[in-house]
């Protein structure tokens, strides 16, 4: 192929693409929050296993269990810690999918429960805190390096009526210092 036809080739090339005007969205673009609401404090255990399939129990402390889930989004699937007492969610960390995009994930949870309360960045990561939301405290986690993308997600009561409570990301926290 000679010089002007290579041109004449990459032009129509150019031009058929600007045409078309292809949108793409993320890939967290159709996912809600709602998937997690199985999950919330209060909630059921048997809903959540009936909604995302049967969970793997990873901890038993008498009539606290501590249950791992798998949520299908896409082609993927991510886990979902969940604690639980007599059959009732007492909290849950969600470790969040690295391709889903941190702007579209913060902002679903702005538009659910409001601003974040208290915001905190350590070098490229960032944690929000949501206080007191309905009795429930909302964190969520996310980290930058070429793109931005959300870390985890946990929810759990304010004040729990459960002597010897622990929310799950506290006791990860404290077995991450060992």
Same mark, same amino acid.
């Given at each position: 192929m000679n010089y002007f036809s290579r041109m004449l080739? =990459?032009? &129509?090339?150019?031009?058929? =693409? =600007?045409i078309l005007h292809a949108k793409v969205d993320p890939p967290n673009y159709d996912f809600s929050l709602d998937a997690l609401e199985v999950f919330m404090p209060g909630k059921k255990l048997q809903a959540a296993i009936e909604k995302h399939g049967?969970? @793997? @129990?990873?901890?038993k402390d008498g009539a606290n269990l501590v249950h791992k889930f798998y949520v299908a989004h896409i082609r993927y699937k991510f886990p979902v810690l969940t604690q639980s007492v007599n059959g009732e969610i007492t909290d849950f /960390?969600?470790?969040? #999918?690295? /391709?889903?995009?941190?702007?579209?994930?913060?902002q679903s949870i702005i538009n659910r429960i409001g601003k974040q309360d208290i915001y905190k960045k350590v070098e490229e990561q960032a944690v929000y805190v949501w206080k007191n939301k309905g009795g429930l405290r909302h964190i969520y986690s996310g980290a930058c390096t070429i793109t931005c993308f959300p870390i985890f997600y946990t929810v759990y009561p304010e004040k729990s009526e459960l002597k010897g409570f622990? #929310? &799950?990301?506290? =006791?990860?926290?404290?077995?991450?210092h060992k």
């Open positions: 080739i =990459s032009s &129509l090339i150019l031009l058929a =693409s =600007s049967k969970a @793997t @129990t990873i901890k /960390y969600a470790r969040l #999918p690295a /391709y889903f995009l941190h702007d579209i994930f913060h622990e #929310p &799950l990301i506290k =006791s990860l926290e404290a077995k991450s």
